[in-house]
């Protein structure tokens, strides 16, 4: 039955039980990118109806993640913020909605990571509301939503990734706190910080402040710039007298060549 699957991730060590003994967490990733790649995915838009129309596709992927090793399955929920869903353009919010992109989202990460030893992590990332200046909590509402779909499925812990603001990073985070669940934040940022420049090493102790035990960086640059950033989240921290575990969710290219934005500002994005 479904209430003695989703039982077994009750027995599973927790992702701060894992990091607080030292171990090293692998995750998936890149599920965009993979899934557009094999025809799932419009580039572009890049939202995750595919979690309703092709949900094997979805859940192949995660397979093959959990076979090559990853210890969390992150639920394709990028850009699926209902507003995200709108703001795109495409007819996902009104003929398929939120919610049930949301929920196939959470039920697939959870059936393939009951097939090994792996957590289940809820992502939500920045909004069109916050980028067309809604207040606080308007924005909140939207995270809000998603995190209800969280909650109901039972996520092992919660991440805030790919925001550009840090200022928005912690209203995600303050509310994905209300779960009482692990939460985790990443900024899609490089070492000179965040759009409104606020340096990594202030962005991860605005993050922690608000409650995140995990802070670190994804999406924009490669692993080497990625690291840069976290030694200057580290620094900070440390300054700070704050303790966080870090997070990396690099790109799987190289991007020396990349300003303040990373890779996205690049003529060959997205399609290169």
Known sequence: STEIVNLSSFFLQGILERLD?????????????????????????????????????????????LRAGSN??????FYASEDKLENRGNYVAEKISCQ?????????????????????????SQTPSYLSCKDKTEVKAVFRKQLDVFMKKNVDF????????VEE????????????????????????GD???????????????????????????DPEISLETLKLMKEGLQAAKLKA?????????????????GFIDLPEFPFG
């Open 72 to 77: 969390v399955l992150q639920t394709f929920t």
């Open 169 to 192: 990073a912690v209203w995600a985070v303050e509310v994905l706190k209300e779960s009482g669940k692990p939460v985790a934040a990443t900024m899609c940022i490089g070492p000179e």
């Open 195 to 221: 759009m409104h420049g606020v340096s990594p090493g202030q962005c991860a102790v605005q993050l922690v402040k608000a409650g995140a035990s995990i802070v670190g960086v994804n999406c924009h640059f």
């Open 245 to 261: 575990h870090l997070m990396s969710q690099p790109l799987a290219f190289h991007t020396p060549d990349c300003g303040k934005q």
């Open 158 to 165: 919660l991440i805030a990734e790919y925001f550009e603001h």
């Open 100 to 124: 049930k992109v949301n929920e196939a989202a959470c039920d697939i990460a959870r059936e393939v990571a009951n097939e090994g030893d792996a957590l289940v992590a809820g992502g939500g």
């Open 21 to 65: 003994a030292g171990e090293v967490v692998i995750g998936d990733g890149g599920f965009v990118f993979a899934l557009e790649k094999r025809g799932y995915v419009k580039a572009g838009p890049w939202t995750p109806e595919a979690t309703v129309e092709h949900p094997e596709a979805v859940r192949q992927l995660h397979r093959e993640f």
